[in-house]
């Protein structure tokens, strides 16, 4: 159950709740722009890089298949190093500076949980970038090299990032409407843009792929039983004649 520190004390801070007891928080030096221009460079050279890599080695490959190489390679990205910087440093991110530790403070308008080390959203960012981090990696070099293992691996992999979504949504909006607890500012772009928005994204593409892995399953069983019983056929009508 997530939980919020409290301290009569407490050192002032652009947060919600304003009694949250936030340790050792510097305010960021850099400006969102400079913050999200950087996050976005990073992902245009490791995106580019990406493909650049997957048309070398796999040129005739759908490109469906690419945009869900490239969908993989950022997920794993983002679990592994981001959040897993989140888990290591969880208990000096508010005074963090360097570039991750910035983007956190920044994301943490919309969920002050980062910054209180919440048992909840400890525990489950740990899990998510020790998990489905490798986990996506795996599945992107896969799907490169149309390995069958590709679908169980990416139904394993969607469907744990729904579960951490939709348990990240609730354990928030638990305390929100039963303990009156808000750990969003009230600026409306901090919930629609950051928590809203950023977090729904982890709903609908797993959620597509998983039911694209599903269906795939579903066909790749159908074919063969209805193999094994052309084959049961067959034998039957040797054996008659």
């Known amino acids: 159950m997530a939980t919020v520190a409290l ?23 850099w400006s969102v722009s400079t913050l ?33 190489i490239l969908w993989f390679v950022l997920t794993g990205t983002i679990h592994l190093f981001f959040e897993g910087y989140f888990a290591y440093n969880h208990a000096t991110m508010p005074s963090k500076q360097d570039l991750f530790g910035q983007l956190w403070k920044e994301y943490s308008f919309s969920d002050s949980r980062y910054m209180t080390s919440d048992p909840f959203v400890l525990c489950m960012e740990t899990v ?12 992107a070099f896969l799907i ?16 744990g990032q729904l579960y951490g979504d939709i348990l990240y949504y609730a354990t928030s909006m638990f305390d929100l409407y039963f303990k009156g607890l808000n750990y969003c500012r009230p600026e409306a ?7 809203f928005f950023m977090n729904f994204i982890w709903i609908v593409i797993p959620g597509m792929l ?7 399953s ?13 084959q049961r056929g067959n034998g039957f009508v040797k054996k008659s004649n």
């Not at 990073?42 to 869900?68: D, F, S, Y």
């Not at 981090?133 to 795996?138: A, M, R, V």
């Not at 772009?189 to 928590?195: D, I, K, P, S, V």
Request: hydrophobic share 40%.
């Open 128 to 139: 998510t970038a020790i998990c489905w981090g490798p986990l996506s990696f795996t599945v």
């Open 210 to 216: 998983l039911y694209t892995s599903i269906a795939e």
């Open 36 to 68: 999200l221009g950087l996050f976005a460079s990073g992902w245009v050279v490791i995106l580019g890089t990406t493909l650049a890599l997957v048309q070398r080695r796999n040129p005739t490959l759908p490109r469906m298949e690419k945009a869900t």
């Open 218 to 230: 579903a066909k790749a069983f159908t074919a063969l039983d209805r193999q094994a019983k052309d």
């Open 144 to 159: 490169t090299h149309e390995h069958p293992l590709r679908h169980p691996l990416q139904a394993l992999v969607s469907l």
């Open 7 to 29: 301290n009569a004390t407490h050192q002032p801070h652009p947060f919600y709740p304003i009694e949250a007891n936030i340790v050792g928080y510097l305010a960021n030096q």
């Open 189 to 195: 772009y901090y919930f629609w843009g950051y928590y």
